[in-house]
């Protein structure tokens, strides 16, 4: 590169690096104001289950079970799915909700998809002989997938819905668990699976006088069809008379808007950071090419995507979406950039570049679609992508042409107040009958606080306390102090872009070290002080590179609202990706003697 071109590149950097750092600012709340609302207290009725017959009781539970499993996601499925395979008979699963599905229960807002591929989202196909509808399964279907696997698997029998755990104590004279719930449950299991994902309670905005609000007002996570009409496919025809706000612009909301744009009488778009939104392209299953797939199909498909995602060669990026996007096209790009002589040899560079061009593609794609220029502007997302999670949609801008549609950008600052008739953003007040908060979920590092309960284990420990500083198990899954306890969750496990592939590398490593244990008929399993120092060390260690860039971004739940210290790496994932965590797992399993692993 000619001395002209690398000053060229430079301060064009230097230029882009200005602008994100400002909007970056615009968002930081000075003040230390709350960003967010639990709902509790006058607010709790947010939390309330729209989709089950208000009223339900039933007798408290007094027994004993092989296994518990708290949670009844996909991670809860998979976990009790390979429990039962590894022959665990009486396995109960406890669930807040009214069935199985996790986020898949709860979100069934209008859009509600899944933007990672469903042939490798949606698992266990294969054995259930499934094949999903399109290439990105709308909610219903993914919520339909989840009550066959516990169908399949057997897991209804013992179930607890609407039912939640207050208190999980060891009792060292049994060797076992004791559950408590808040429907008066108190019984016993020899085995705990904790698998609560950091999705499922959901925040308002810091926003003051939201009780005030005299209109209708929900959460994404708790659609409120009986007003709106319709159903996941739109239809909202109890709309159409109806000036609409929806508060934030994150996934939930980039799928919802469209629906939302389509049926109120008037919408406003409250947006606080711009979501990067790229193109989905979604399909229908072409149901030729899924009647031709080979046996193993699906695990050799997850397997090509996990290595696309952590940037390692294959023959053919079979997925080929915006996520393997991610890394080999935007790769590819930069890699045409050095080659024409425009850049430093240096890795995090080459990173950089390529995320600069995926980013300026975005804000190309908005200025090719939205036709109002300052409402262009406004859409557009300032940030590396690794800030925020990505979003994938092909209605969403087309929605702000319609004029019945505004973008109120609040510019990094969120509502300023709600009051009994509308909303305040920006010193104006927009007059509104229904007020939706697509705000998220409180996604913390304090795990105990997360779950909702705290976990009492040998010698009256309490897991908050042992984690104050920050977590420390052995892969992820076992804590020392909790004996016969295993934890499925982000924390300490192996990052990936499709989740729920870590989830089953966790189900199935617990299915194996519980039959193990089973096998040297041992009362009690927890990792050692060393096995689980080491592994602490191991995760924070590859945290590094990936906290400096976070603590760059626009505050978020990715970069724990902007605060990257040493106890939230230690609550990280295991960042070197699903492959090697995988292989780290499969490894340990091969030594077949447990390493790390006490029994007694
Ligand atoms: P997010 O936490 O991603 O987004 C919340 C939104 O609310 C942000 O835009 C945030 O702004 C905004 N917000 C918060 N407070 C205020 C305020 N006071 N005023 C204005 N705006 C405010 O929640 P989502 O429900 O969108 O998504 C949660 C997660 O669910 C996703 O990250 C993803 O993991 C998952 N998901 C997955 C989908 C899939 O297809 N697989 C689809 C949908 C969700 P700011 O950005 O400034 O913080």
């Given at each position: ?60 539970v ?6 518990v ?13 390979r429990?039962?395979?590894?022959g ?7 669930e ?16 509600c998809?899944?933007?990672v ?8 196909l ?14 219903p279907?993914i ?29 060292e ?13 108190a019984?016993?299991?020899k ?40 159903d996941?496919?739109?239809g ?9 706000g929806i ?5 939930t ?14 919408l ?5 950071t ?8 979604d399909?229908?299953t ?13 695990k ?6 996990n ?17 393997t ?45 939205v ?13 590396a ?7 994938f ?16 950008d609040t510019?990094?600052k ?12 920006g010193?104006r007040?927009y ?6 908060f697509?705000t998220g ?6 795990y ?29 899954l ?9 934890i ?37 399993l ?14 924070v260690?590859?945290?590094e ?18 605060k990257?210290d ?20 499969e ?5 077949g003697?447990?390493?790390g692993?006490?029994?007694?």
């Amino acid at each position: 590169m000619d001395d002209e071109a690398d000053s060229e590149v430079r301060a064009r950097r230097k230029a882009l690096d200005a602008k994100y750092r400002a909007e970056r600012d615009r968002r930081v709340r000075a003040d230390g104001a709350a960003q967010y609302l639990r709902p509790s207290g006058a607010y709790a009725r947010y939390l309330d289950d729209p989709y089950v017959e208000p009223g339900f009781t039933r007798a408290p539970v007094h027994d004993d079970v092989d296994a518990v499993i708290v949670g009844a996601g996909l991670g809860g499925l998979l976990a009790a799915a390979r429990l039962r395979q590894a022959g665990v008979k009486d396995i109960r699963i406890i669930e807040k909700a009214g069935d199985v599905g996790g986020t898949w229960y709860w979100n069934r807002y209008p859009g509600c998809a899944c933007d990672v591929e469903s042939y490798i989202y949606m698992p266990l196909l294969e054995e259930l002989a499934y094949t999903p509808t399109r290439k990105y399964a709308p909610a219903p279907e993914i919520a339909a997938h989840c009550k066959a696997i516990a169908r399949h698997f057997d897991l209804y029998d013992l179930a607890l819905f609407q039912t939640e755990v207050t208190d999980v104590t060891w009792r060292e004279d049994t060797a076992r668990w004791t559950i408590r719930t808040d429907r008066d449950d108190a019984f016993t299991a020899k085995y705990v699976v904790v698998v609560s994902s950091r999705l499922h309670r959901p925040q308002l905005p810091g926003a003051p006088g939201i009780e005030t609000f005299r209109g209708r007002s929900f959460h994404t996570s708790r659609w409120d069809y009986a007003y709106t009409g319709g159903d996941h496919t739109g239809g909202l025809t109890g709309l159409t008379d109806k000036r609409v706000g929806i508060v934030g612009t994150g996934a939930t909301a980039v799928q919802a808007v469209p629906h939302l744009g389509a049926w109120a009488k008037e919408l406003y778009v409250f947006q606080r950071t711009p979501a990067p939104v790229d193109v989905r392209n979604d399909r229908p299953t072409d149901m030729d090419w899924a009647r031709s797939l080979p046996s193993g199909w699906q695990k050799d498909r997850m397997a090509n995507f996990n290595l696309v995602t952590t940037g390692q060669k294959v023959d053919a990026d079979l997925i080929d979406d915006g996520w393997t996007d991610l890394v080999v096209n935007v790769r590819l790009a930069a890699q045409r950039r050095i080659e024409a002589g425009e850049m430093i040899d240096d890795p995090a560079a080459i990173v950089q570049l390529a995320d600069d061009a995926r980013m300026e593609r975005m804000r190309e794609r908005i200025d090719r679609v939205v036709q109002d220029r300052a409402t262009a502007e406004a859409l557009k997302p300032w940030y590396a992508q690794a800030c925020k999670r990505p979003c994938f949609h092909d209605e969403y801008f087309p929605t702000f042409n319609r004029p019945n549609v505004t973008l109120v950008d609040t510019r990094g600052k969120g509502l300023q107040r709600v009051t009994e008739t509308g909303v305040i953003a920006g010193d104006r007040e927009y007059p509104l009958d229904c007020l939706i908060f697509a705000t998220g979920f409180t996604y913390n590092d304090d795990y105990t606080d997360i779950i909702g309960f705290d976990i009492t284990g040998r010698g009256g420990l309490r897991l908050s306390e042992k984690w104050k500083d920050g977590a420390a198990t052995l892969h992820g899954l076992t804590s020392r102090g909790f004996p016969n306890c295993f934890i499925v969750s982000a924390t300490q496990a192996g990052h990936a872009v499709n989740f729920q592939y870590t989830l089953d590398l966790s189900s199935t490593h617990i299915a194996y070290i519980v039959s193990q244990a089973e096998a040297r008929q041992a009362r009690t399993l927890e990792p050692t002080a060393e096995a689980e120092a080491a592994w602490v060390d191991v995760v924070v260690a590859e945290t590094e590179l990936r906290s400096a860039v976070l603590a760059e971004c626009t505050p978020g739940y990715l970069n724990n609202e902007g605060k990257v210290d040493m106890r939230a790496r230690r609550n990280s994932q295991y960042f070197k990706g699903p492959v090697a965590f995988q292989k780290v797992l499969e490894d340990w399993r091969a030594e077949g003697t447990m390493p790390g692993m006490e029994l007694g």
